[in-house]
């Protein structure tokens, strides 16, 4: 009876885009997984859903895999993936669209080659290889959202208007881009950024409060409820199993 696995690369040549590589395998029983909103948008292929370009998530989901199967995605940093996309990421909040619907014949050329790929490492490369060449044709990530992105991971308490002010922008346009380019507001872009840097913290072996202090909550309370807001779980049981 195998086991479960799930593995990140890095992204050579795509580092300016991208976060990671990653690979889901699933077990003999098949595996449900607990997908937290991160901010970021995705490239993934699978063996039961194909080539899918899935946007940012304002809550928690669970994603099956078969026995046996296999997902590959290429997560690209928040506010990264509209230029290669061509399309903003409001219009796949909480969605995902088949490579072919969304590209017509060079998506479903890509999903194909995939496919057929001589395995995983092979995968790997097509895909980050076809997003270095859209790379290469597309305009860089929206400055102001990196901007913004940026602060708010160091301070995601920032209020709207504050970073709005420090970006030398107004409030409205601000919002407007992170919208278009991360899926959501900057208040929820802040609040997701957060539960991220905490569960990262937890990950490493830090406790709940410090973990919760360090990402900037007010305390393990205030992280708790915006866990189960967020992830559909509190903290302790994010990476339960059973979750």
């Given at each position: 009876m195998g086991a479960s696995s799930y593995v990140e690369y890095e992204p050579?040549?795509?580092?300016?885009?991208?976060?990671?590589?990653?690979?889901?395998?699933?077990?003999?029983?098949?595996?449900?997984?607990?997908?937290?909103?991160?901010?970021?948008?995705?490239?993934?292929?699978?063996?039961?859903?194909?080539?899918?370009?899935?946007?940012?998530?304002?809550?928690?989901?669970?994603?099956?895999?078969?026995?046996r199967a296999s997902a590959l995605g290429v997560r690209l940093q928040p506010g990264c993936a509209p230029p290669l996309f061509g399309v903003s990421a409001e219009a796949l909040r909480d969605a995902g669209l088949a490579a072919a619907d969304l590209w017509g014949d060079e998506g479903r050329r890509l999903e194909e080659r995939v496919a057929h790929a001589p395995g995983a490492r092979a995968r790997r490369l097509l895909l980050l290889g076809w997003l270095e060449e859209r790379a290469r044709r597309a305009r860089g990530p929206d400055p102001?959202?990196?901007?913004?992105?940026?602060?708010?991971?160091?301070?995601?308490?920032?209020?709207?208007?504050?970073?709005?002010?420090?970006?030398?922008?107004?409030?409205?346009?601000?919002?407007?881009?992170?919208?278009?380019?991360?899926?959501?507001?900057?208040?929820?872009?802040?609040?997701?950024?957060?539960?991220?840097?905490?569960?990262?913290?937890?990950?490493?072996?830090?406790?709940?409060?410090?973990?919760a202090f360090g990402a900037g909550y007010v305390d393990q309370a205030h992280f708790t409820n915006d866990c189960r807001d967020l992830a559909g779980v509190p903290p302790t049981s994010v990476f339960s199993k059973t979750a």
């Open positions: 050579a040549g795509l580092e300016r885009w991208a976060e990671c590589v990653w690979e889901r395998r699933a077990g003999a029983s098949g595996e449900v997984a607990r997908v937290i909103p991160d901010a970021c948008m995705d490239l993934v292929w699978s063996t039961s859903a194909g080539l899918t370009a899935v946007g940012p998530n304002t809550t928690a989901f669970l994603a099956a895999l078969p026995a102001l959202v990196r901007a913004a992105a940026r602060s708010l991971c160091l301070a995601p308490e920032t209020r709207v208007a504050a970073l709005a002010r420090d970006m030398g922008v107004a409030e409205r346009r601000l919002r407007r881009r992170v919208v278009s380019q991360v899926g959501y507001g900057p208040k929820r872009l802040g609040r997701v950024l957060r539960l991220r840097r905490a569960l990262a913290e937890i990950q490493t072996g830090t406790g709940l409060a410090e973990a």
